[in-house]
């Protein structure tokens, strides 16, 4: 019952409500009422049986104790008054009936024995009165009273309170009916008011109040339930409002994918960095547009999104149409609502490409060199330590080659700049393809070139790599016409066996590279412990020089320069010479450098500088060399940015009283480049003084012609390694003619260096090569030894014995 009730409407469930209360109510009452009525009456019909009883018996005393039966039946007959009396009977005794009454024959008559009428006495009122004589019991009156007015009397009853039921019934439908009007109309209309709405979507209807009862109040709820909704649903539309415009003005492209991973929304920057206008891709095909380098780390990130709820920040690379990358940077979070439902993926993409390319030159600029695109030194040494760290963990065995290129100088001097870049990138693409692709080739500084060689099983390994460097550079490279062979020195460092620091590994490759220029160049050399010892040697110099300069260990030799025209004597080169008590002779390439670094060789420069210009102005002013002749003496680096230098020179001028014009400085290469213009400054001072230059050691430097054109030089010498291998060298030979010629074109006086043949002084000779100094003429000389070949040198050049 309560359940279909509850499916009814609510104008239903009033109307039953009120019936079934009512009837309810008027069933129960009118049920006591029945119940009561019945009752009275029933006491009511008793009372009168026991009134008409009393009375009859009284009355029937002297008839029936004289036998007068006929005033017994009188006596009965009395009865009639009242019509409910169905019969009466008396008995004289049980067996015997005195006289009988009934109220129509339809009504039984009294039977004649008295217990036969006692088998009757269910359907009616009945009772049995004692006939009494002086208490003594004569007979027995029975009187029967018919029910049938009591149940008129109770249908009567039913009839009314039917009636009444019915007249209730009838009022409780019409009040039922009101009273709905009165709750479910406003309700009915706040569903209505509600469905409008819903079906509008328009906030801003209201529901109308009548009432200011309960009901009005919902209406208010109601109403300013609306009113929140509204406000909330425009500062909703607002938002809304100001994220599509952001979105669509947005140079960034956003997009949003929903929880089973479908694109939901993209604004128009998506699109048009994907070229996407009209449906939307599904992800996979989104996958698939990603470079096939950036795929799996994509991938793993998105994967970490969806299962673990975890930002995306990334770098990567989409495809275009053409296949051309485009960097885009992405950024991808989860999205859930207050109750931390998953809502989607929100994300936004930005088109980075030019960030990139710029990111890239950058990095370029910063980690690859210019010219020949290989890794730069700064890139070389992060690789190194990286790679150091890797062998470490796996154990396995890396060689560091250090290469320098044998004659790059002497023709980026000869042949121009350009010729040397040529030469560089050339070099580097044989070096690139002669190595693995996992080897790093770098170019860390002029004409110095590092290889990383990892994963080395054996040393062997490493060696075939080397020879194979070896043999790549062997082939020619026409530059500008010309066919040049260059060749390379490699010094050779394995790690860990050597060592697992990279600053050593760089050291030790380093000084197995000069090793391998020692020893005659284009060679490769393997770093051993020995190479070591050269360095503690170098600290034990130092020691040694400091000792050589107090106990007077030094001595000076002169080599003569030889005029290749008349050969006569055009000046003296001074050497200087130590004799160690214990090492013998130490050569000035060993310990020049040390005093060089040192800073020694102030101390030693100004010695020599002043005992040159002293011993050469005696031979000058006993006539013993010419007077045009000069004496060189070789300046360091050190000694030529001196800020003493020139008051030096002056002093040194004055106190030997030697002329200026006599005094030659020697300044190498090298020293001159190492800051062009402080240079071109210093040598302009010493110019002023008289004294002439020289730069010495020519093509080992970096010197440009242009420079050259620029530094006030006298001299220029030819350095011996270009005369050395003449006439077997072509190339050597070719920048030797050039180089003169060049000289003389900018009128200096050129002087070769080193001349111990025959074929070298002819082809100097034959290339107007104006001065010679080497073996061939003589071997550095002490002062005496001096005297001697110069007195000699006057009959060789009478007697015209250097022929050709
Ligand atoms: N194989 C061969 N060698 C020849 C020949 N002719 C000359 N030499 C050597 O070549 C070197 C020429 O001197 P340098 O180029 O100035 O090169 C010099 C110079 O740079 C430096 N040096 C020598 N003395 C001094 C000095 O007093 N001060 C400074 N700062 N450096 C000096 O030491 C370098 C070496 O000097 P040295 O050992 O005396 O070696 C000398 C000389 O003995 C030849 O025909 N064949």
């Avoid at 060199?369 to 963990?393: C, I, M, Q, W, Y």
């Avoid at 197995?512 to 503690?536: T, W």
């Avoid at 005369?723 to 070769?752: C, F, G, Q, R, Y």
Wanted: glycine share 4%; net charge negative; charged share 25%.
């Amino acid at each position: 019952m309560i359940g279909t009730l509850r499916t009814q409407s609510l104008r239903r469930k009033l109307v039953m409500v009120a019936l079934i209360t009512t009837g309810l109510t008027l069933l129960t009452s009118n049920l006591a009422f029945i119940s009561l009525e019945y009752y009275l009456a029933r006491q009511d019909v008793e009372r009168k049986l026991t009134i008409l009883g009393e009375v009859i018996a009284n009355r029937a005393t002297a008839a029936l104790t004289f036998g007068d039966f006929d005033l017994l039946k009188t006596n009965l007959n009395t009865l009639k008054a009242d019509t409910s009396v169905q019969r009466g009977c008396i008995y004289a005794d049980p067996q015997t009936l005195a006289a009988g009454y009934r109220s129509q024959d339809s009504a039984p008559e009294c039977p004649r024995q008295l217990h036969s009428l006692q088998a009757n006495r269910q359907s009616t009122f009945s009772q049995f009165f004692p006939i009494l004589l002086d208490d003594t019991p004569i007979g027995t009156l029975y009187i029967e009273i018919s029910q049938q007015d009591l149940i008129h009397r109770i249908q009567q009853f039913l009839i009314f309170s039917g009636i009444i039921l019915a007249a209730a019934s009838i009022l409780s439908l019409l009040l039922a009916s009101r009273l709905q009007e009165v709750v479910a109309r406003p309700m009915r209309e706040l569903s209505d008011t509600l469905r409008n709405i819903m079906l509008r979507k328009d906030y801003s209807i209201r529901a109308s109040k009548e009432n200011n009862d309960e009901l009005g109040d919902l209406v208010d709820l109601f109403n300013s339930l609306l009113r929140t909704v509204e406000e909330e649903n425009a500062s909703l539309k607002t938002s809304e409002e100001r994220f599509r415009k952001l979105t669509a003005l947005s140079p960034v492209g956003i997009f949003q994918v929903d929880p089973k991973q479908h694109l939901q929304y993209v604004n128009q920057r998506w699109r048009d960095i994907h070229g996407v206008q009209d449906d939307l891709p599904g992800m996979q095909e989104w996958f698939a547009r990603i470079h096939p380098d950036d795929i799996s780390a994509v991938q793993h990130a998105w994967n970490r999104l969806i299962c673990e709820q975890e930002s995306i920040a990334l770098e990567l690379r989409l495809l275009r149409r053409d296949q051309s990358p485009l960097w885009i940077h992405m950024l991808a979070s989860a999205l859930h609502d207050r109750n931390g439902e998953l809502l989607g993926y929100l994300g936004a993409i930005s088109d980075i490409s030019e960030l990139k390319a710029a990111q890239i030159q950058m990095e370029t600029l910063a980690f690859y060199d210019p010219l020949t695109g290989l890794a730069n030194r700064r890139l070389f040494r992060n690789r190194l330590e990286k790679s150091v760290k890797s062998v470490l963990r796996s154990g396995s065995s890396m060689a560091l080659m250090f290469l320098d290129m044998d004659q790059f100088k002497r023709v980026n001097d000869t042949l121009g700049h350009d010729a040397g870049d040529i030469l560089l990138k050339e070099v580097a693409h044989r070096l690139s393809n002669t190595v693995r692709e996992n080897d790093t080739v770098s170019r860390i500084g002029g004409d110095e070139f590092t290889i990383l060689l990892t994963d080395v099983h054996h040393t062997s390994d490493v060696l075939v790599v080397a020879e194979k460097l070896l043999h790549a550079m062997a082939k020619p490279i026409r530059i500008k016409g010309q066919d040049i062979v260059t060749t390379v020195s490699i010094g050779i460092t394995m790690t860990p066996e050597d060592s697992t620091d990279a600053n050593t590994l760089m050291k030790n490759a380093d000084l197995a590279m000069y090793r391998a220029k020692e020893l005659g160049r284009n060679n490769f050399q393997f770093f051993s412990e020995d190479m070591n010892h050269s360095i503690l040697e170098h600290l034990s110099l130092e020691k040694e020089i400091n000792e050589a300069i107090a106990r007077q260990q030094f001595s000076l030799v002169f080599q003569p320069k030889i005029s290749l025209f008349d050969f006569g004597i055009t000046g003296v080169e001074t050497l200087i010479r130590w004799q160690h008590p214990e090492k013998g002779m130490i050569t000035p390439d060993r310990f020049i450098p040390v005093a060089e670094e040192t800073g020694q060789i102030l101390e030693i420069g100004s010695w020599v500088l002043e005992q040159s210009c002293r011993q050469i102005s005696s031979l000058i002013r006993s006539n013993v060399l010419p007077e045009h002749a000069k004496v060189a003496v070789n300046l360091s680096a050190r000694q030529f940015t001196d800020p003493h230098l020139l008051q030096r020179i002056r002093s040194v001028l004055e106190i030997t009283n030697i002329p200026p014009h006599c005094l030659e400085l020697e300044i190498t290469e090298s020293t001159l480049m190492e800051d062009v213009e402080s240079a071109i400054q210093i040598m302009q001072e010493i110019k002023k003084t008289g004294v002439a230059i020289a730069i010495d050691d020519f093509g080992t430097g970096y010197s440009s012609l242009a420079y050259i054109k620029r530094f006030p030089i006298d001299v220029l010498k030819v350095d011996r390694s270009f005369v050395m291998d003449i006439p077997e060298d072509k190339n050597d030979m070719a920048i030797t003619a050039a180089v003169i010629a060049m000289a003389h074109k900018l009128s200096m006086t050129v002087v070769a260096e080193g001349v111990e043949t025959q074929e070298q002084l002819q082809f100097l000779r034959q290339n107007n090569c104006d001065e010679g100094q080497g073996y061939l003429f003589s071997r550095p000389l002490s002062l005496g030894q001096l005297h001697q070949f110069l007195s000699e040198n006057e009959r060789l050049k009478d007697n015209n014995d250097i022929t050709l």
